[in-house]
């Protein structure tokens, strides 16, 4: 079962434009929300992560925007750069201290592209 | 700070084969976890290792397994090799059982012939 799905596949945008990628949740136990750019070759890096308490949070560039009852949550790039072409994953995880289930549901990824 | 490292970065093995590979976490984290990530099916969760004890482990086969060390580094270990094992496989760490954030290494991309 699919818990996090993320969509679209693929972005392509001109400089300076907003890629949006949008992540949708089934389990509503998820509580921590993070964002992973992956560049080739390279494993995941953590951008930026949000808990279900706030709507909005912003880390330089990044956005990420929350629906806690929509069971959706999104990442903008403002001012997208060529440097941010990268795969872009959403997980989500619910924090059980020393319990089994402590672990990350990545989306399928988003593979966005800015072109110069 | 060194961040999580791994080895080999490449393995070429046969189907059948035992695959071995090894995770350094970062310096001061206690939890291990693995992931698989193969082509167009995005990561997938492994294993969780927290203080040398396995707490959690994903929808794999036994054939798939692993340790932690008293160092807190961990190693993974794939039996009886399939070609669809062939994937990258990703380890991060975590400062405690109980955090959030998971940083991950570089991979081992291992390719089953």
């Known amino acids: 079962q699919q818990q996090v799905k993320q969509s679209p596949q693929s972005l392509i945008v001109q400089k300076g434009g907003i890629p949006i990628i949008n992540c949708a949740y089934e389990?509503?136990?998820?509580?921590?929300f993070p964002w992973y750019q992956q560049f080739p070759g390279k494993g995941p890096a953590l951008l930026i992560a949000i808990r279900p308490d706030v709507s909005e949070k912003k880390e330089g560039r990044f956005t990420i925007s929350f629906n806690k009852s929509a069971k959706q949550f999104s990442l903008h790039i403002m001012d997208s750069q060529p440097g941010d072409s990268a795969t872009y994953f959403c997980?989500?995880?619910?924090?059980?201290?020393?319990?089994?289930?402590?672990?990350?549901?990545f989306g399928g990824g988003t593979r966005v592209l800015v072109k110069p | 700070e060194a961040g999580v490292t791994q080895s080999p970065t490449h393995l070429i093995k046969t189907r059948g084969q035992q695959a071995t590979l090894r995770c350094s976490p970062i310096?001061?984290?206690?939890?291990v976890y693995w992931y698989q990530q193969a082509l167009g099916l995005g990561l997938q969760f492994l294993l969780w290792y927290d203080e040398g004890e396995e707490r959690n482990r994903g929808n794999f086969p036994p054939r798939f397994s692993g340790r932690q060390f008293p160092n807190y580094s961990s190693e993974l270990n794939v039996n009886a090799l399939e070609l669809e094992d062939s994937a990258l496989y990703l380890c991060?760490?975590?400062?405690?059982?109980?955090?959030?954030?998971?940083?991950f290494g570089p991979g081992t991309r291992l390719t089953v012939t």
């Open positions: 389990n509503t136990a998820f509580d921590y």
């Open positions: 991060a760490s975590s400062p405690d059982g109980s955090s959030y954030e998971q940083y």
């Open positions: 997980a989500a995880s619910r924090n059980l201290i020393k319990a089994a289930g402590n672990k990350l549901t």
């Open positions: 310096s001061g984290h206690t939890s």
